[in-house]
């Protein structure tokens, strides 16, 4: 009987596979209640899923001991298309961080894809690859999937724009600068060296403008130069160079291979040193006992519609993506955001009422003070002890807390004001990702 009943679940997901597209996106091996045990990316989901289910496979050989104990396990499967393969790489990446599936070993650290940065808040900006960018003062490209590829083609943008690579500070008040000497990548010509005012503002800011539109367009005009170059060498058998124009194509058409600063978010990415934040924000609400465990609500739906909330654990300050919850609302119909609070807060204090988990030192709201005593009213309901609550709102970053009609207003380059727009915002991103999700396709559900 129960060589039957596996039968039959592998002929399901078989037929199932026939709807799968041949493009590129994600796949989700799925167990018992639609818990998402596997994701992965391919260039042909319906190619690529099959090769797990294909009679006869070696996949001890192929895929190794853990694949073949996650696919005993799997009651169904799904999928969600990407626009292209890149987009797959940095969707997965992120969903594997915020769902954490049991069976994906890699990318569930902190490791993030690189950058390309232009700090525009500089006098003379310089141009670096970086998986840390400023908090602000500068111009953001990628996140690129391949950090070695984004690094040779840095070379040769520097050898066509000559921009500065170095980090030293350099000013347009500084007329001492006439006087230093400049780095060997002046004199290869790769650089125009602003700091040995070897260049004038103008036409360094030029540079840079030209080179930001290069990168925002499709650099066609770039690439046909470089072709007929490398067509014309090649005809006189100078296949040295012919090949050094088809390396520098190549690599300047990887440019493409990246995501969109809004749309691919590393939250992880743009946190800062949180210790004087907690510090501060302890004294800034009055609480007797530091603040370690912070934890964040939201609420996304459209008209009522695929409703669901988030939560998000920060431990001093970092998030702790272990922590982190998603509650698809299933006893709350229409728009009613405080009764969705409400039912998030119950669903998710109702294991540390039992002892099962610990209470947060914090509890922040999305939203303004009809949102915190919804919050407060749903702890009242379970008979839980009164926790610390506060509720952030959006446009004037207002701090509403407990037993207090008057908003706290905290400077908007406070630490402790920052710190909460992180969790707030982290609450916020990983409510709507999982809505916007849901309404393309149900390929995640409720844990």
Same mark, same amino acid.
């Given at each position: 009987m129960a060589k039957e009943t596996k039968d039959n679940r592998l002929e399901k997901i078989r037929e199932r596979l026939k709807e799968f597209p041949t493009g590129p996106g994600l796949y989700f091996m799925k167990g018992t209640g639609q818990k998402v045990l596997y994701i992965g990316k391919a260039g042909n989901l319906r190619s690529r899923v099959a090769s797990y289910f294909q009679p006869g496979a070696d996949l001890m050989t192929s895929r190794g001991p853990k694949i073949i104990e996650m696919l005993d396990k799997v009651k169904s499967v799904d999928y969600l298309e990407t626009a292209n393969e890149v987009d797959a790489v940095l969707k997965e990446a992120r969903l594997i961080k915020d769902v954490r599936p049991p069976y994906n070993t890699n990318l569930t650290d902190d490791k993030s894809f690189p950058y390309l940065e232009i700090t525009t808040g500089?006098?003379?900006?310089?141009?670096? $690859?970086?998986?840390?960018?400023?908090?602000?003062?500068?111009?953001?490209?990628?996140?690129?999937?391949?950090?070695?590829?984004?690094?040779?083609?840095?070379?040769? !943008?520097?050898?066509?724009? &000559?921009?500065?690579?170095?980090?030293?500070?350099?000013?347009?008040? *500084?007329?001492?600068?006439?006087? +230093?000497?400049?780095?060997?990548?002046?004199?290869?010509?790769q650089c125009t060296a602003p700091c040995a005012d070897l260049i004038s503002w103008k036409n360094y800011t030029k540079i840079i403008a030209d080179l930001t539109r290069f990168l925002k367009s499709k650099r066609s005009t770039v690439i046909r130069q470089w072709k007929k170059k490398m067509d014309e060498a090649a005809g006189r058998m100078r296949y040295e160079e012919a090949a050094l124009y088809r390396d520098r194509i190549k690599l300047i058409e990887r440019l493409d291979q990246r995501g969109l600063p809004d749309e691919h978010v590393q939250p992880e990415v743009f946190a800062s040193d949180p210790a004087n934040a907690l510090e501060q924000l302890q004294k800034k609400l009055n609480y007797p006992e530091p603040i370690r465990i912070i934890e964040g609500i939201d609420i996304a739906h459209i008209s009522g519609?695929? %409703?669901?909330?988030?939560?998000?654990?920060? $431990?001093?300050? /970092?998030? +702790?993506?272990?922590?982190?919850?998603?509650?698809?609302?299933?006893?709350?119909?229409?728009?009613?955001?405080?009764?969705? $609070?409400?039912?998030?807060?119950?669903? /998710?204090?109702?294991?540390? !009422? &039992?002892?099962? =988990? !610990?209470?947060?030192?914090?509890?922040? $709201?999305?939203?303004?003070?009809?949102? !915190?005593?919804?919050?407060?009213? %749903?702890?009242?309901?379970? *008979?839980?002890?009164?926790? *610390?609550?506060? %509720?952030?709102? &959006?446009? =004037?970053?207002?701090?509403?807390?407990?037993?207090? *009609?008057t908003p706290l207003k905290l400077p908007r380059t406070s630490p402790a004001l920052k710190l909460l727009q992180y969790v707030r915002d982290e609450a916020h991103r990983f409510a709507q990702h999982y809505h916007h999700l849901l309404r393309k396709k149900s390929a995640l559900n409720d844990e």
């Open positions: 500089d006098d003379f900006p310089g141009v670096y $690859i970086t998986r840390k960018p400023r908090e602000k003062g500068s111009r953001l490209f990628g996140p690129f999937v391949v950090a070695s590829d984004l690094r040779q083609t840095l070379v040769v !943008l520097q050898k066509i724009f &000559k921009f500065r690579t170095c980090k030293l500070d350099i000013s347009t008040e *500084n007329h001492k600068r006439r006087f +230093f000497r400049p780095c060997i990548l002046y004199s290869i010509k519609a695929e %409703a669901v909330g988030s939560l998000v654990k920060f $431990i001093d300050g /970092r998030p +702790f993506k272990a922590g982190y919850r998603r509650f698809r609302i299933k006893t709350v119909e229409g728009i009613d955001d405080y009764a969705m $609070i409400a039912e998030v807060v119950k669903r /998710r204090y109702k294991y540390a !009422l &039992k002892g099962q =988990e !610990l209470w947060p030192d914090l509890v922040l $709201i999305d939203g303004g003070l009809g949102q !915190l005593n919804a919050a407060r009213q %749903a702890l009242k309901e379970m *008979n839980a002890p009164e926790l *610390n609550i506060a %509720a952030l709102a &959006k446009r =004037e970053e207002e701090i509403y807390i407990k037993d207090s *009609n």
